[in-house]
């Protein structure tokens, strides 16, 4: 009778996110290196690796490591700089969004020249929150991080990493926001698992 969190969530490997992102957007971020023209992200399966990289297809894939569409996350005022979602969901259900700025020459590390704290209603479009929530079925996760990124010119969506066991607030969010965030994350979790929020 206990209530189980994330126990369906086995597989956050990025070829899993790269499938479930497809199943929950209805388009692919996973790319086949062999046969594809253009840019391509190199990166890890495992998470928080923090080891991606741009290269050019075709080409021969390296074993232990994926490879998906670039996306263009790149502000309108100022292409310098790359906006992270990262959206903290709890029960399926988006409860709060960091946004993540860095230097677009340190698009892959986790070094964050701004955070911002916004909520998800303010960032998402309604079948924006929807497609985040089927994600999260997907894969299986009842409480996590998924890392969101918005395309600058087509203004679509695609998650591209999945994380169960979810850091909260960055480093670089202001106090007064940790601490709300903290709050919202822990009345989010304190309904989940009362089963308030079904």
Same mark, same amino acid.
């Given at each position: 009778?206990?209530?189980?969190?994330?126990?369906?969530?086995?597989?956050?490997?990025?070829?899993?996110?790269?499938?479930?992102?497809?199943?929950?957007?209805?388009?692919?971020?996973?790319?086949?290196?062999?046969?594809?023209?253009?840019?391509?992200?190199?990166?890890?399966?495992?998470?928080?690796?923090?080891?991606?990289?741009?290269?050019?297809?075709?080409?021969?894939?390296?074993?232990?490591? /994926?490879?998906?569409? /670039?996306?263009?996350?790149?502000?309108?005022?100022? %292409?310098?700089?790359?906006?992270?979602?990262?959206?903290?969901?709890?029960?399926?259900?988006?409860?709060?969004?960091?946004?993540?700025?860095?230097?677009?020459?340190?698009?892959?590390?986790?070094?964050?020249?701004?955070?911002?704290?916004?909520?998800?209603?303010?960032?998402?479009?309604?079948?924006? %929150?929807?497609?985040?929530?089927?994600?999260?079925?997907?894969?299986?996760?009842?409480?996590?991080?998924?890392?969101?990124?918005?395309?600058?010119?087509?203004?679509?969506?695609?998650?591209?990493?999945?994380?169960?066991?979810?850091?909260?607030?960055?480093?670089?969010?202001? %106090?007064?926001?940790?601490?709300?965030?903290?709050?919202?994350?822990?009345?989010?979790?304190?309904?989940?698992?009362?089963?308030?929020?079904?």
């Amino acid at each position: 009778g206990a209530k189980l969190v994330n126990f369906n969530a086995r597989d956050v490997s990025k070829t899993n996110v790269s499938r479930a992102c497809a199943a929950a957007f209805g388009r692919p971020l996973a790319v086949d290196p062999t046969t594809f023209v253009g840019p391509a992200v190199e990166k890890s399966e495992i998470n928080a690796a923090h080891d991606g990289r741009i290269v050019q297809c075709p080409t021969t894939p390296v074993p232990g490591r /994926v490879y998906q569409r /670039v996306i263009d996350n790149r502000m309108a005022a100022d %292409l310098n700089l790359v906006e992270d979602l990262r959206t903290s969901t709890v029960g399926g259900k988006p409860v709060v969004v960091f946004i993540k700025r860095r230097q677009v020459t340190k698009r892959f590390l986790n070094t964050n020249t701004e955070v911002l704290l916004r909520t998800p209603e303010e960032v998402f479009t309604p079948a924006e %929150l929807a497609q985040i929530s089927a994600f999260t079925r997907e894969i299986g996760l009842d409480w996590g991080g998924v890392d969101v990124l918005r395309d600058r010119t087509s203004g679509e969506l695609y998650i591209v990493d999945a994380n169960k066991t979810d850091m909260g607030p960055p480093i670089g969010l202001n %106090l007064p926001d940790k601490l709300v965030a903290t709050r919202a994350l822990a009345k989010a979790f304190r309904a989940f698992v009362r089963g308030e929020n079904a």
